[in-house]
């Protein structure tokens, strides 16, 4: 019994330590970020969001923060805008806490144990001044126009300022914009006035052309039933005439008289189509100035957005030119280099050539000196003999076209006229001599002397 009693203490202990550490440990559902505070060991608070961390009992505590979102209704009156020009926005906003770690941190530092309805009250505080903000800096135009940027600014600046307090904006609904002044109904009423017009324009051109398809239909008509009666009457009249000449009288008294009943007939629709035209053209005439003015607008319109598409068009084509100018110069530097290459490769291929060439001339060079007996000049005479032949005719093309009708020698009566010539020829030409000399070659002495 002795023993069992402390092992129950041991038991119970443990059992009450493992249920305290059980206590402790905290999860943390999908739609709330758990905070702990106290002494974390980093920041002023540590965040978890779906997940679940133990706390440390004396030293640290917790809390939660709801994620679920939050509506506000924010009903904006008198706000300036940049014309000065005072609107109402009534609007819907959707908050909440943000999960991201920077926004749960500063939700854990701003509105920790606040309540929904604070939470709220702060942050339709906060939008209101924003979009105060917002509509200061737009006209009444872009804001009844372009909701689209105004929500775009809306969501920038509200969005900033709320993520400061750790809270995320979800969704923004402007449901009007109204001013008190009827701004923004009269841009409507002239939309509207606009559309008429055009719309009138139109109707207008179609009764034109139905007037003048009836126009011509009526003339068509008149014609041939004024064709059909003349020749009706002519036909009455030709019998008349050929059954009694003594009608003939009548006849054209009657004639003359459905011919002057024609020419008032016709000159009172001739007068009555003239009205008719003359009221057709004035209303023409406003529809025209209508649709001039409209054309005005679209043409305004239409110039604006070409110049925008030329600016982007113009942005396109640069850099494609600079794209082509780059391919290009990358084609070049590979052409230059595949050039290079072609041309290294035929010098070497030249060179090797030489250099087979040179070495062929120097071992029969070297081959000539040996059957010299070792005598270099020898070599070079017997090379020199190898082209005699080709040096004199050479030197007998030079000279074949000359033509001499007779050579004569004076002499001093010594007998020696022919050979003294020939002597002080040979002598008389410095290249010639010092050739003959430099290869070895001997002339005879009569020559030479």
Known sequence: MSIALPILVVIALFLMLLWFFISRYRRCPSDKILVIYGKTGKGSANCIHGGAAFVWPVIQDYQYLDLQPMSIDVNLQDALSKQNIRVSVPAQFTVAIGNEPALMQAAAERVLGMSKDSIRSLSHDIIMGQMRLVIANMDIEELNSDRDKFVTAVYEH?????????????????????????????????????????????????????????????????????????????????????????????????????????????????????????????????????????????????????????????????????????????????????????????????AEGLRKVLDAQAAGFQKLVDAADGNPQAAIGLLLVDKIPQLAKTQADAIKNIKFDKITVFDGGDGQGASGFLSGLFKSIPALSEFMNQSGLNLPEYLAK
């Open 158 to 350: 509200v969005g900033d300022e709320l993520h400061k307090i750790g809270l995320s904006l979800i969704n923004v609904n402007v449901t009007d914009i109204h001013d008190e002044s009827g701004y923004i109904k009269a841009l409507g009423q002239e939309a509207a006035a606009k559309a008429i017009n055009e719309a009138k324009v139109k109707v207008a051109r179609e009764e034109r052309t139905g007037a003048i398809g009836q126009a011509e239909a009526d003339k068509e008509r008149r014609t041939q039933v004024a064709a059909a009666n003349s020749a009706a009457e002519i036909g009455e009249k030709n019998a008349q005439a050929d059954a009694t000449k003594g009608k003939n009288l009548a006849d054209v008294q009657i004639a003359l008289s459905d011919t002057d009943r024609r020419q008032k007939v016709a000159e009172a629709n001739k007068n009555a189509e003239v009205t008719e035209k003359t009221a057709e053209a004035e209303a023409q005439k406003a529809a025209y100035r209508a649709q001039t003015e409209a054309e005005e607008a679209r043409k305004e319109r239409e110039l604006a957005a070409r110049r925008a598409n030329e600016v982007v068009q113009s942005q396109i084509d640069k850099e494609k030119t600079v794209i082509a100018a780059e391919a290009e110069a990358e084609r070049n530097r590979k052409v230059a280099e595949g050039e290079a290459s072609a041309v290294l490769a035929r010098y070497q291929a030249e």
